[in-house]
């Protein structure tokens, strides 16, 4: 049986179909899968989050190991070359989509505005969202600093808000790793305490 089982592998990697075709687009679909869940772990670990990036470096190394074997098995193989290489493209875009889609963690919005920012305040607050207003001096003269944590999932949303009151109003975003103690809209500090992070702004 072993004997047998020995030709069936021998004739299998003597296939120029099993060779070029299904062994270079195994090994893509490996690296594909192995980068967007290191991908993924990247960002749970900037995150801060302990459990889920360990579990998602668990599967991707185990997955890079199973596709690194098949390729310095087959060194001579350019192909396989090109597979891997394509597979780790892919995969660094897939995963950057998945994370994007997931929308998980809070961001904190800067705005600095120089004539609106009461109504912008009276307007975040009457859509559930929170904000603090800073009065500062820019080049130009006085203005208002604006601070408002949300979710990343009700990021366009505020954002939306900001254009409806100035077009053109300046603005930046920033991810949060924690935050403590503040005003979200309804069900974000469900979200917030699902992932074990403190309630912001």
């Known amino acids: ?5 020995n030709q069936c592998m021998e004739e299998l990697l003597l296939n120029p179909y099993f060779t070029y ?3 270079p687009f195994l090994i ?15 960002v749970f670990v900037a ?3 302990k459990i889920l ?12 190991i199973m596709a690194i074997g098949q390729v310095m098995a087959h060194a001579n193989n350019l192909v396989c070359y090109l597979a891997y290489a ?6 660094n875009y897939l995963g950057l989509v998945i994370e994007a889609r997931l929308a998980v ?9 120089s004539q609106y920012g009461a109504e912008l305040v009276q307007t975040f607050s009457a859509h559930g969202f929170g904000a603090t207003l800073v009065e500062a001096r820019g080049a130009k003269g006085s203005v208002n600093l604006l601070y408002s944590v949300v979710s990343r999932r009700r990021l366009p949303q505020l954002i939306s808000l900001v254009r409806s009151v100035d077009p053109n ?26 992932w074990r992070w403190r309630r912001g702004k």
């Open 53 to 64: 990036a360990p579990i998602l470096g668990f599967f991707e190394v185990f997955v890079w």
């Open 47 to 49: 995150r801060g989050n």
């Open 86 to 91: 394509g597979g780790f493209a892919l995969g």
């Open 1 to 5: 049986m072993g004997l047998y089982q």
């Open 169 to 194: 109003i300046f603005y930046s975003v920033e991810d949060v790793r924690t935050a403590s103690a503040g005003v979200f809209p309804e069900g974000a500090e469900r979200r917030l305490s699902k």
């Open 105 to 113: 963690g809070m961001q904190v919005v800067r705005i600095i505005t």
């Open 21 to 23: 075709v299904a062994l």
């Open 28 to 42: 893509a679909v490996s690296r594909v899968v192995d980068v967007t869940i290191g991908t993924m772990r990247i």
